[in-house]
């Protein structure tokens, strides 16, 4: 399985905007669907956002819906996700995989996924 690589964290007020990104080294990853996953301490990881390999579909779990936004490049073999409007409660490590089950605002990974990498931190805090 790929190991892909997340990027762009860091700590934003409430209300700011963060964007992550993607990345599969050594590896093309425009044949494949990829998602968005976050697990806030204490919690399971959650789904949050989908993106089909040719960008065409999306879908988004609902307390995310019209905030973020994912989208791809696959010239620059990135997957994309653009946070706005942050909440404390979106604070959370956020990981990216292939492979999503998406079905409409219901998003998890493939079952026996096991390939995370290692996320990156998010936390909204004034």
């Known amino acids: 399985q790929v190991q892909l690589v997340e990027s762009g964290g860091g700590l934003v007020q409430p209300g700011g905007s963060l964007r992550l990104s993607c990345t599969a080294p050594g590896f093309a990853l425009d044949n494949y669907a990829v998602g968005w996953f976050r697990q806030a301490p204490g919690n399971w990881r959650e789904g949050i956002a989908c993106?089909?390999?040719?960008?065409?579909?999306?879908s988004y779990e609902g307390s995310v819906e019209g905030r973020f936004t994912i989208s791809r490049d696959n010239a620059k073999n990135t997957v994309y996700l653009q946070m706005n409007s942050l909440k404390p409660e979106d604070t959370a490590v956020y990981y990216c995989a292939t492979h999503p089950v998406c079905m409409g605002s219901s998003i998890d990974p493939r079952p026996g996924y096991d390939s995370w990498g290692q996320g990156t931190q998010v936390t909204v805090s004034s």
């Open positions: 993106i089909s390999d040719s960008g065409r579909r999306k």
